[in-house]
């Protein structure tokens, strides 16, 4: 063996030694494998199977649809009437006619709430108001029944034929309170609400001249108007079937 071979097999047992002092040794084969980050490793935690439930593909996770769905359906119903109680009361109190009505028209029509009724019929007051004013055909046509309709198209015709125009702006409702309420032959429901709104209205010939109203002033009205709605239709708008004016 020539001195530099000698050298290197000197120096390779070295070596060999320190590693052997440095990372120690173990009898375990599975200690022995690549740490690759990708092989399988021991767990002290239970089997796959057991924390899979049976499945090697899905881990099943505790499901409670079916079971709650049953549980809370009869809770939703009582929220729903214990809530619908206290919508009531909002408009009618206890014991009054008004609050036997609205009951009467929650039973017959399911998607009925008073609170929402009461919110829509304020918007739909001042939409109808404004396409009054506005000669607004179209919109009339869509929110009033056909009585209603042509009243107020004919009162629209007298004063085009007159070559008047109508100026108006909508202040606000600073009431709005339900007043009476009915359910017709189990059928047609009608609620009655009072309105006092503030506008300022005019109106001028086709000279610019003002012929009524006051372009500058705000004008308190007071109207007396009813809703109604088949509750076997499948349409849920409700109509203007009345009006009445108390200013």
Request: proline share 4%; charged share 30%.
């Amino acid at each position: 063996m020539d001195p530099v071979t000698l050298i290197f097999l000197v120096v390779a047992i070295i070596v060999g030694l320190k590693l052997r002092s440095v990372l120690g040794q173990t009898d375990d084969d599975d200690d022995r494998r690549p740490m690759d980050g990708y092989g399988p490793r021991k767990s002290n935690s239970q089997p796959s199977e057991q924390r899979r439930g049976g499945s090697d593909n899905v881990v099943t996770l505790p499901t409670r649809t079916t079971h709650a769905d049953q549980q809370t359906q009869p809770d939703r119903e009582v929220k729903k009437t214990i809530n619908m109680a206290d919508q009531i009361r909002k408009y009618a109190k206890k014991g009054s006619a008004l609050e036997k009505a609205l009951q009467d028209i929650v039973a017959a029509d399911n998607s009925f709430e008073p609170e929402g009724f009461y919110n829509g019929a304020k918007t739909a007051y001042e939409m109808i108001v404004m396409a009054f004013a506005e000669s607004n055909r179209k919109l009339l046509k869509q929110l009033l029944a056909k009585e209603v309709y042509e009243g107020f198209l004919s009162a629209i015709d007298a004063r085009e034929h007159k070559k008047l125009i109508v100026s108006s702006s909508f202040v606000g409702i600073d009431a709005a309170e339900i007043i009476s309420a009915e359910l017709r032959s189990e059928r047609t429901a009608r609620v009655t609400i009072k309105f006092v709104s503030s506008l300022i209205t005019s109106t001028h010939n086709r000279d610019g001249d003002v012929v009524e109203g006051d372009p500058k002033k705000v004008r308190e009205v007071t109207d007396i108007w009813t809703f109604a709605r088949d509750t076997r239709s499948k349409d849920p708008n409700w109509e203007l079937v009345a009006t009445e004016s108390a200013s």
